[in-house]
């Protein structure tokens, strides 16, 4: 059974940090691109990060450049996303995706965790 289990939300006041984990099984996490989604209230989903499966290829959108990190640990099949000088424009539900390479069609979802950044 594929899963995708996301941890590591919460509420933290602007400027400072929080680290989303999504621990995978099910599949052969070594052969799956891992992305980080967030959806804010009202709004579409929109993709924060991105990494391929050999922990290269790593894309950001603009609006956390140079602020969110992501990585992957092979042996625990996990990715992370470590996120520093949150704003409150950060806050939303963050998803963890996981894409076949191999087949792109074929792509799993996590349940979300909030991140919600406020005074």
């Known amino acids: 059974q594929v899963q995708l289990v996301e941890s590591g939300g919460g509420w933290v006041q602007p400027g400072g940090s929080l680290r989303l984990s999504c621990v995978a099984s099910?599949?052969?996490?070594?052969?799956?691109?891992m992305r980080w989604y967030r959806q804010a209230p009202g709004k579409e989903r929109e993709p924060v990060a991105g990494?391929?499966?050999?922990?290269?290829?790593?894309i950001y959108a603009d609006s956390v450049k140079g602020r969110f990190t992501i990585s992957r640990e092979r042996g625990q099949n996990t990715v992370y996303l470590q996120m520093n000088s949150l704003k409150p424009e950060d806050t939303g539900v963050y998803y963890c995706n996981a894409q076949n390479i191999r087949r792109p069609a074929e792509d799993h979802w996590g349940q979300g965790t909030q991140v919600t950044v406020a005074s």
């Open positions: 990494i391929g499966i050999s922990g290269d290829g790593i």
């Open positions: 099910g599949f052969t996490f070594d052969s799956y691109v």
